[in-house]
Structure formats: structure tokens, C-alpha cells
């Protein structure tokens, strides 16, 4: 975990530095988006900060390199050269779940809640905040979901694909599930690399496997999870977006739709995954081919798919990849780059 968070800081860097390099930040103009001569706001769901923890909260225990993060200020002139108006940011990877001492876990979910609460407040038109919560404390984690929404303002909640270990889909994190439907919270998931499903080791060497093919294959898992233990039919008004367009389960749904009609499955169903896919699960755009964004669409419904980008970390993935498209009506373009999250986060048009 300490080396994947230091090398992926350094790529973070890197990449907010390679996006705002020639002329440098005074310099920067803001985009704006049109589509048809018409001014589209965009908004994206998949923008992070590695937030550095205050000593008072993290001193003398194992997170103390947490103190170290990111800086913020240059989130505002990056939003304004990428052509995002608003961007909903979270802070994953999901460490503080490694705690079981409640007090701590709630003091840094508290951190980061009130925080990006206040970024929100000096840019309210800019900045949203996605919760961050405890979830191996799942009752303190539906508490404190209901905090962030009615107390700081947030307008979503993040989680990574698993709990130490633990799938998502299990009764105990039920009453997380609970408290996120009957708030009509979007929950956007994040994955860390197949950590959980994999031996030690087994995406290491060349290309990055474990960002590359281990998030995505995380994401997949976490989905079909919540598809066939029946979490989706226990809380039909869930709406749950899958980072990196959705893993693989777009992609080869097919073997999916027929997984639960073999023998001796147990699956917890109520409807074809399908049906789930173009009504409770959304998928974000990251899957940088205009190809793989016309089968994302094909399989889900532009309905389904919202913006996403991962800053800061530099994939390609930006508004003309949705604007220019061909494959796409007007009105796909601006569900996709906004509308569609305008409506989940509640953020006016």
C-alpha cells in the first residue's frame, strides 16, 4: 500500500504538471464547452485529491505517512484549461478502512468531509465533495454518510471495491446500503488493483498490470457482486457508478446475462443483469476510444454513462473525446458530459 501511494503521488505530480505546463497558471483561460452553438456544463464524477492528514489525527499511529498528500490550489486553473466546470472529488484508495479503532477512522473521514466542504464553500460553483466513510464500521458509516450530505453538503459517497477483503454485497454492509438509497446518493466505486482477488505478486512486471487490468477486473467484480448477491433487488433505488467505464462487465456482458441460468448458480435475481445495467449501475467514460464509448452506450444507454477523468493522473480522456464524437446525437453528448449528474448530484443547471 505505502509504495503503490508514493508512486502513484509522484505520477499524480507529474501529470498535473505536464496538464498545466506552457505559460503556466496565470496564463490559463477558461474552456468553455459548446455543442451546437449551446453552452453545455460539464461535470466530472472521477476527479481525486491525495489529502494530506493533520498530525493531531494521524501521529503515533501506522497512517502516520498520510500527513504527506497533494496540493489543491491548482485544481481550479486544471478544471478551467480541461473545459470542466464542476468537478465532484473524493479521496480513495481507502486506507483509513484498515483501522479498528472507530474513533480514528471517524476523525479522518471527518477530515476529509469538512474539508472538501470547505473547498466547496470558497468555489461553490466549481467543487462538490464525494463522502468519505468508515465503512468497516458500517453503521458509522451510514451516520456519517447522513452528516456529510445534511451537515458539509456532499453530494455522493466513494468506496473502494471491497473491505479488507470483504465483498460489498455482504448483509453486513447493508446498512450503508440502507442509508445510500434513502438519501438517493450516488455511490461512486473505485477500485485499488484487484488487491483483494489476486496473490501477491501476480500483476507485477511491465505495463502497470495492476492499475491497467487490475482495477478494471476489481470493478468487474465488485458490479457482478451486487448483481447476483441481490444488494441491487434489496435497494432498488441504488444508483452505483463503476469507475474505468465500468470495468470489464460492459464489455462481455453477454457471459453475464447467462451466468445466473446455469445450474446450481444461487444467484439472488429478480431481473437479467441488463436490466440492472440500464437502471441502477452507471459506467464513467474512461475508456478512451470512440469505439469503446459507442459499445459502453450500446450495452448501458447514454442515460448511464457520466463523465469521468481521473485527474490528476493524466489519462486521455477529455471533453472533445465526447464532443466530437460522431457516433453520437446532441443530446447523448450532453447527457454524458452533464446532465446526467446534474441530476444524481443535484448540482443546478
Known amino acids: 500500500m505505502q509504495s503503490r501511494r508514493r508512486f502513484f503521488r509522484a505520477i499524480a505530480s507529474a501529470a498535473a504538471g505536464a496538464c498545466l505546463a506552457g505559460g503556466g497558471l496565470a496564463a490559463q483561460t477558461r474552456r468553455q464547452v459548446t455543442i451546437g452553438g449551446r453552452r453545455v456544463r460539464v461535470i466530472d464524477v472521477h476527479n481525486h485529491w491525495d489529502m494530506p492528514i493533520p498530525a493531531a489525527i494521524v501521529k503515533g499511529t501506522k497512517f502516520e505517512e498520510y500527513m504527506k498528500g497533494a496540493s489543491f490550489d491548482d485544481r481550479i486553473p486544471t478544471l478551467d484549461q480541461m473545459g470542466i466546470d464542476v468537478a465532484a472529488v473524493s479521496v480513495n484508495d481507502f486506507w483509513w478502512w484498515e483501522t479498528d479503532d472507530r474513533g480514528l477512522a471517524r476523525a479522518i473521514c471527518a477530515y476529509h468531509n469538512e474539508t472538501l466542504a470547505?473547498?466547496?464553500?470558497?468555489?461553490?460553483?466549481?467543487?462538490?465533495?464525494?463522502?468519505?466513510?468508515?465503512?468497516?464500521?458500517?453503521?458509522?458509516?451510514?451516520?456519517?454518510?447522513?452528516?456529510a450530505v445534511t451537515k458539509h453538503g456532499a453530494r455522493g459517497v466513494t468506496v473502494g471495491g471491497h473491505v479488507n477483503g470483504e465483498s460489498l454485497s455482504l448483509p453486513k454492509f447493508d446498512p450503508f446500503w440502507a442509508k445510500a438509497a434513502e438519501m438517493g446518493q450516488l455511490v461512486f466505486m473505485h477500485p485499488n488493483g484487484s488487491q483483494n482477488l489476486l496473490k501477491p505478486g501476480a500483476l507485477s512486471g511491465r505495463g502497470g498490470l495492476g492499475n491497467i487490468v487490475g482495477n478494471p477486473l476489481e470493478t468487474t467484480v465488485f458490479l457482478s457482486r451486487l448483481i447476483f448477491d441481490g444488494t441491487l433487488d434489496k435497494f432498488p433505488a441504488l444508483k452505483v457508478c463503476g469507475a474505468h467505464g465500468g470495468g470489464y462487465l460492459p464489455s462481455y456482458l453477454g457471459r453475464t446475462e447467462v451466468a445466473c441460468g446455469r445450474p446450481n448458480q444461487n444467484c439472488i435475481v429478480k431481473k437479467?443483469?441488463?436490466?440492472?445495467?440500464?437502471?441502477?449501475?452507471?459506467?464513467?467514460?474512461?475508456?478512451?476510444?470512440d469505439d469503446g464509448l459507442r459499445h459502453l452506450i450500446a450495452e448501458m444507454g447514454a442515460g448511464q454513462i457520466v463523465?469521468?477523468?481521473?485527474?490528476?493522473?493524466?489519462?486521455?480522456v477529455h471533453v472533445d473525446y465526447i464532443v466530437d464524437h460522431k457516433a453520437l446525437s446532441t443530446a447523448e453528448k450532453e447527457q454524458i458530459l452533464g446532465g446526467n449528474l446534474a441530476k444524481l448530484l443535484r448540482i443546478s443547471t
Do not use: C, N
Open 272 to 289: 437479467k443483469p441488463s436490466e440492472y445495467m440500464r437502471t441502477q449501475l452507471l459506467a464513467d467514460t474512461m475508456v478512451f476510444t
Open 118 to 147: 470547505g473547498w466547496h464553500r470558497r468555489h461553490p460553483d466549481r467543487i462538490v465533495g464525494m463522502a468519505s466513510i468508515p465503512l468497516q464500521f458500517p453503521d458509522l458509516a451510514a451516520q456519517m454518510l447522513e452528516e
Open 307 to 316: 463523465f469521468g477523468t481521473d485527474i490528476p493522473f493524466g489519462w486521455p
